[in-house]
């Protein structure tokens, strides 16, 4: 798995969290999603994130390479 994946996870993390700003701020529920589910889900996957890019960072040495490996 390429590191840029990485970067799209966090994106997406990004992303699910910006719509859980926006449900708190509305009030808004979708059945039992509410904005404190979308919340951990997006700060999951950001994490889950960062973590895959630390590793990939001390896996490979070459920085040059680091989005193509």
Same mark, same amino acid.
């Given at each position: 798995?390429? #590191? ?6 966090? /994106? ?5 969290? *910006? ?15 509410? #904005? ?9 996957? !950001?994490? /889950?994130? *960062?973590?895959?890019? *630390? ?11 680091? /989005?193509? !490996?």
């Amino acid at each position: 798995m390429k #590191a840029k994946y990485g970067l799209i996870l966090f /994106l997406a993390g990004f992303v699910i969290d *910006i719509f859980g700003a926006w449900l708190k701020i509305t009030h808004i529920t979708f059945g039992t999603v509410n #904005a404190n589910i979308v919340f951990t889900l997006g700060s999951f996957l !950001q994490i /889950l994130a *960062i973590l895959f890019i *630390i590793y990939k960072i001390f896996k490979f040495k070459k920085f040059k390479e680091f /989005l193509n !490996q």
